[in-house]
């Protein structure tokens, strides 16, 4: 049974940072690219970090400069360094496969970037 489990959420002032794990487990993680998604209320969920398998990493536009993405085939972990941390950064981040979702959704961890 595959499992993607995200933690590190949290409340943080504007300029902060922040470390997100997720710890996967079911699958042959080493083989698979992987990404942090996120969404905000009232909108699509969008990939904002992608590790592929194969090598590069790609960041969308908002995020480049402030956050890192890493993973640790090891552990079946992907993590995600946020620097800089906006409020348009507020959202609920979640992990899975990239280029495209092949498992169910985590729960998510929630981030909120507020003063």
């Known amino acids: 049974q595959v499992q993607l489990v995200e933690s590190g959420g949290g409340l943080v002032q504007p300029g902060g940072s922040l470390r997100l794990s997720c710890a996967a487990s079911g699958f042959i993680f080493s083989i698979y690219g992987m990404g942090w998604y996120r969404q905000s209320p009232g909108k699509q969920r969008e990939l904002v970090a992608a590790?592929?398998?194969?090598?590069?990493?790609n960041y969308t536009n908002s995020v480049k400069g402030r956050f890192t993405i890493s993973r640790d085939n090891v552990k079946k972990t992907v993590y995600l360094h946020m620097n800089s941390l906006k409020p348009e950064d507020t959202a609920v981040y979640y992990c899975?496969?990239?280029?495209?979702?092949?498992?169910?959704w985590g729960q998510g961890t929630q981030v909120t970037v507020s003063s």
């Open positions: 590790i592929p398998y194969g090598g590069g990493i």
């Open positions: 899975n496969t990239v280029p495209r979702p092949l498992w169910d």
